[in-house]
């Protein structure tokens, strides 16, 4: 759908408004933690419904922490409707410690896997991109797990965003 144009003196209707000029966003007010789980679910918080044939262009950043490198880690990947498309950037420290910064065309399939430095140890997560919802409209969301299975938590902290303005 291609952006309105608006004429001096209209009135815009509420529903211009609230699709053009207001963010959509998902926020974390309190912590989230999963333990001995490697299977991908979606997050209470970064969850975001969006509109049929239309494109939005997001930031999601995260601040997190687990267990010591290698033994716990993150692992995550953007949910998107039936037939979206999803395109971005993320910057990270990977499992191995080094730091990341990576394309990422991905509808939830693959995961991006950030490491974790030890309790205590707070790790940040960025990614921005864009994201094209084809006719289905539906949910954007944050899919996250543990990469390995482990007993100490992986915490996604209060404080983490996902934010949507819609450009298409």
């Known amino acids: 759908?291609?952006?309105?144009?608006?004429?001096?003196?209209?009135?815009?209707?509420?529903?211009?408004?609230?699709?053009?000029?207001?963010?959509?966003?998902?926020?974390k007010a309190s912590d989230t933690s999963r333990s001995s789980t490697t299977s991908q679910t979606n997050d209470p918080d970064l969850i975001v419904a969006v509109a049929a044939n239309a494109t939005y262009y997001f930031d999601l950043w995260l601040n997190y922490e687990g267990s010591t490198q290698g033994s716990?880690?993150?692992?995550?990947?953007?949910?998107?409707?039936?037939?979206?498309?999803?395109?971005?950037?993320?910057s990270y420290v990977n499992s191995s410690?080094?730091?990341?910064?990576?394309?990422?065309?991905?509808n939830g399939a693959a995961a991006l896997v950030p490491g974790t430095n030890g309790a205590g140890n707070i790790r940040g997560f960025y990614m921005k991109g864009t994201v094209a919802i084809s006719s289905?409209?539906?949910?954007?969301?944050?899919?996250?797990?543990?990469?390995?299975?482990?007993?100490?938590?992986?915490?996604?902290?209060?404080?983490?965003?996902?934010?949507?303005?819609?450009?298409?």
């Open 1 to 27: 759908m291609a952006i309105p144009t608006w004429s001096v003196g209209e009135v815009l209707a509420s529903a211009d408004v609230n699709s053009w000029f207001v963010p959509l966003i998902g926020y």
């Open 136 to 168: 289905t409209s539906g949910n954007v969301a944050l899919s996250w797990a543990q990469n390995t299975s482990s007993g100490t938590a992986t915490t996604l902290h209060a404080g983490s965003a996902l934010k949507l303005r819609r450009i298409g």
């Open 72 to 90: 716990s880690d993150l692992k995550l990947g953007m949910a998107v409707p039936a037939s979206a498309t999803l395109k971005s950037s993320a």
């Open 97 to 106: 410690g080094g730091s990341v910064v990576e394309v990422y065309y991905n």
